[in-house]
């Protein structure tokens, strides 16, 4: 168990429909990533939040949203689905490394198929 | 826009061989390379990382080599087992303190047979 809490595990939804991935960070970690994981890609980054607030944006489709709560879980809002967004959505929190950089902990990602 | 560049896509290493995954980047201010491990249905894990004022990193059987000059990165996984089979991701970022947004390779799927 890395710390990081991501519910849903999977999720089978419609073209159309919104659905909302929620992430819990590592105890004591202000950061929070969210990435997406397509088959045979990479980890393409989609936003970050720290402590609240929004620090960095990728790949994100206007469709897509994300928010930071004062407890400071995440959700990831997917709106408008359509077949493309089917992927693995990880989230990882991030704290400080022996190496003075961040370190990013994922959890265990909500594998999301739209039908 | 940063890319990391990493290659093979797959590899298959027999029991006790060295497995090598390369990645090369472009953008010059990243100054932090980590190397996730992804076993299937588990998210990204950090394996080891290195920072651009050493040349090489070592931890057990895992070893980043770095060379700043041709901006590429790989790892080497001495006497690869079977356990060592997963998804390996190179990174890099370039943003220190609470903002570092990790840019990931596509991943090499690695395999080590009997």
């Known amino acids: 168990d890395s710390g990081v809490t991501q519910t849903p595990k999977h999720l089978i939804t419609a073209t159309g429909q919104r659905v909302t991935l929620r992430c819990s960070p590592r105890s004591g970690d202000l950061s929070v990533y969210w990435y997406q994981q397509s088959l045979d890609q990479g980890l393409q980054f989609l936003i970050q939040y720290y402590n609240g607030e929004e620090r960095a944006k990728g790949n994100i489709l206007e469709r897509f949203s994300a928010q930071q709560f004062p407890d400071l879980h995440s959700e990831l809002n997917l709106s408008s689905l359509e077949l493309g967004d089917s992927a693995l959505y990880f989230c990882a929190s991030a704290g400080p490394g022996r190496s003075g950089a961040n370190v990013l902990t994922f959890g265990a990602g909500s594998r999301l198929t739209v039908l | 826009q940063q890319q990391v560049k990493q290659s093979p896509q797959s590899l298959i290493v027999q029991k006790g061989g060295i497995s090598i995954i390369n990645c090369a980047y472009e953008?010059?201010?990243?100054?932090?390379f980590p190397w996730y491990q992804q076993f299937p249905g588990k998210g990204p894990a950090l394996l080891i990382a290195i920072r651009p004022d050493v040349s090489e990193k070592k931890e057990g059987r895992f070893t980043i080599s770095f060379n700043k000059s041709a901006k590429q990165f790989s790892l080497h996984i001495m006497d690869s087992q079977p356990g060592d089979s997963a998804t390996y991701f190179c990174?890099?970022?370039?943003?220190?303190?609470?903002?570092?947004?990790?840019?990931f390779g596509t991943g090499t799927r690695l395999q080590v047979t009997l």
């Open positions: 990174a890099a970022s370039s943003s220190p303190g609470t903002a570092s947004k990790l840019t």
């Open positions: 953008n010059t201010a990243f100054d932090y």
